[in-house]
């Protein structure tokens, strides 16, 4: 039995289903048994728990063979901090697990976690990680870099849907490696499959670097319409965007994450999903729900 953490999220969610599609047996953490009927509908077992309660870490963890872990704490607020949730909640995890003799951990970091990272999300990444090497466990840590599901859709996605115009910070020639959460699920399960992965930290990026000129020609390709686009300088507002995303967008403008792929794709069997294929699956999955397709 595989337990999930964050299986009520985007990636977790997509695990999971992914996980029951191929015939495991899943069991999720999730807080809050009433909201959660689509995971048991899709055949999952339900353990109720919280990060930052470790004795309902021990419950979940008792008989499973592996962890994979997507919580966080990005989207959520309250008591759900980074130091609770993503530092001291992924220890508790990782201690619950090896506790209780859970052979395989599959942990979803980030690309840039580093224990002297700026950002305190890194750093949290990067101590759970280091507790992970110390942990005895078989680990795969994956370190992937921005989701598509994330800024080009919160950026450009929406505002070009919704008919509005849409801002850019800087010149939006950065180029950055991009991925779908499809293609890191498929590395998720692969790493469960391959026993070369134990042991390994995965950097995980999309098929070919991207710029933000890039997504807005996506996008224009796929509306058959030109988008009403403007650039302002480091620092300037962004309508409609929250300002954790705007710091992120700026941050974005300083530097540039291109990786090669090939190699890792071609071990693990991932088919990568270039940036065309997702935006077309977005676009025509908003036409037909009228929400984003993230999950
Ligand atoms: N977005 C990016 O571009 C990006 C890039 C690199 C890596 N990542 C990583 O990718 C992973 C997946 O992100 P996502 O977008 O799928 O996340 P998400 O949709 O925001 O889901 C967060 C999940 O974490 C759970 N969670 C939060 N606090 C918890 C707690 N205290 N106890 C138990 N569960 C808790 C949530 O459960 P509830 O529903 O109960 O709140 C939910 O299932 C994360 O680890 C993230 O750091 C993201």
Redesign the pocket.
């Given at each position: 039995m595989i337990l999930v953490?964050?299986?009520?999220?985007?990636?977790?969610g997509l695990i999971t289903r992914s996980l029951l599609a191929r015939g495991e047996e899943v069991r999720a953490?999730?807080?809050?048994l009433a909201e959660s009927p689509g995971l048991t509908a899709a055949g999952a077992s339900l353990t109720v728990?919280?990060?930052?309660d470790p004795p309902s870490l021990a419950e979940a963890c008792a008989d499973a063979e592996a962890v994979i872990t997507?919580?966080?704490?990005?989207?959520?607020g309250g008591s759900?901090t980074v130091e609770s949730?993503d530092r001291t909640?992924n220890l508790n995890l990782i201690d619950a697990a090896a506790a209780h003799g859970v052979k395989r951990f599959i942990f979803?970091s980030?690309?840039g976690a580093a224990l002297e990272s700026p950002s305190p999300f890194l750093r949290a990444k990067a101590t759970a990680e280091q507790r992970l090497h110390e942990s005895g466990m078989r680990v795969t840590i994956l370190q992937?870099?921005?989701?598509f599901e994330?800024l080009p859709v919160a950026a450009v996605g929406l505002p070009a849907l919704a008919g509005r115009p849409v801002t850019l910070v800087g010149e939006g020639r950065r180029l950055h490696s991009s991925v779908s959460?499809a293609d890191v699920a498929g590395y998720a399960l692969a790493a469960l499959d391959h026993d070369d992965a134990a042991g390994q930290t995965l950097v995980i990026g999309g098929p070919k670097p991207v710029s933000w000129r890039d997504v807005i020609a996506a996008f224009e390709d796929e509306l058959g319409r030109e988008i009403p686009v403007s650039f302002v300088p480091m620092g300037a507002v962004v309508p409609g965007l929250p300002p954790m995303l705007v710091d992120l967008l700026t941050a974005l403008e300083t530097y540039d994450t291109p990786l090669d792929m090939s190699q890792l794709s071609d071990r693990f069997g991932i088919q990568p999903t270039a940036l065309q294929t997702f935006v077309h699956g977005f676009v025509a999955s908003y036409r037909q729900e009228g929400q984003p397709a993230a999950r």
């Open positions: 953490a964050g299986a009520t999220g985007r990636l977790g953490l999730v807080r809050n728990g919280d990060l930052k997507t919580a966080n704490s990005m989207a959520r759900d949730v909640g979803i980030a690309l992937p870099n921005l989701y994330l959460m």
